[in-house]
């Protein structure tokens, strides 16, 4: 398997524009996961999925911030509008189930001007 | 608030010796715990985990220690060599009262192990 696939691998927009970033889980995962990594704050988890179902969506920032899941193979996370303070580098994660390990994407580095 | 804690923002260590990463947390409901490996430009990879029933678990030359009473986990190397050069985040996770299940990451430690 190829791993998780995320696409961009770097984005760069400017303030105001709506961003869509891209993930493909392993196949057979039933899991996935989004993530945001900054200095300050770490990885912090944004929302997850089971079997395409949204089921923990605390995570999300603000509603500004949208996340779908509309099968098994494909997942997006939305901005619109980014702003500068959403620069950092999102992860899409999966895993088989809550308590095993997740296989992390190599991420998208967002830069918003 | 930051729930999960790595006080040591870095580490360096020489080859052959053992290296210790260490990772506080606040909240006693965590029940699982977990550490990650990062190599720059990646995503990070599982390392190895432990659950609050155990007080070690051990993988090779990773061994993890829990200590409850103290809300405390580290993560042993032994011995470090060059490769386990890498960022190492910590995480713990629980069942939430509103039936969903969180993970917390830490800020994670850099790791150098010198040749």
């Known amino acids: 398997d190829a791993g998780v696939i995320q696409s961009p691998r770097h984005e760069v927009t400017e303030m105001g524009q709506e961003v869509t970033l891209r993930c493909k889980p392993i196949?057979?995962?039933?899991?996935l996961f989004w993530y945001r990594q900054t200095m300050m704050r770490g990885l912090e988890l944004l929302i997850y999925?089971?079997?395409?179902?949204?089921?923990?969506d605390s995570g999300m920032p603000e509603d500004r911030f949208s996340a779908k899941m509309p099968n098994a193979s494909f997942s997006t996370l939305k901005i619109q509008p980014s702003e500068p303070r959403d620069s950092a580098v999102y992860f899409c994660?999966?895993?088989?189930?809550?308590?095993?390990?997740?296989?992390f994407g190599p991420g998208t580095r967002l830069t918003v001007t | 608030d930051q729930q999960v804690k790595q006080n040591s923002p870095s580490l360096s260590v020489q080859e052959g010796r053992i290296s210790i990463l260490n990772c506080d947390y606040t909240?006693?409901?965590?029940?699982?715990f977990l550490w990650y490996k990062k190599y720059p430009a990646e995503g990070p990879t599982f390392l190895i985990s432990?659950?609050?029933?155990?007080d070690k678990n051990e993988d090779g030359r990773f061994t993890v220690f829990l200590n409850k009473s103290a809300k405390h986990l580290s993560l042993h190397i032994v011995p470090s060599q060059p490769g386990d050069s890498a960022v190492y985040f910590c995480a713990a996770s629980a069942w939430t009262t509103s039936g969903t299940y969180k993970y917390i990451f830490g800020t994670g430690t850099r790791l150098k192990v010198l040749a």
């Open positions: 999925f089971n079997n395409n179902v949204p089921i923990d």
């Open positions: 909240n006693s409901m965590f029940d699982y």
């Open positions: 196949s057979g995962h039933d899991y």
């Open positions: 994660a999966s895993s088989w189930g809550l308590l095993w390990e997740q296989y």
């Open positions: 432990i659950s609050s029933i155990k």
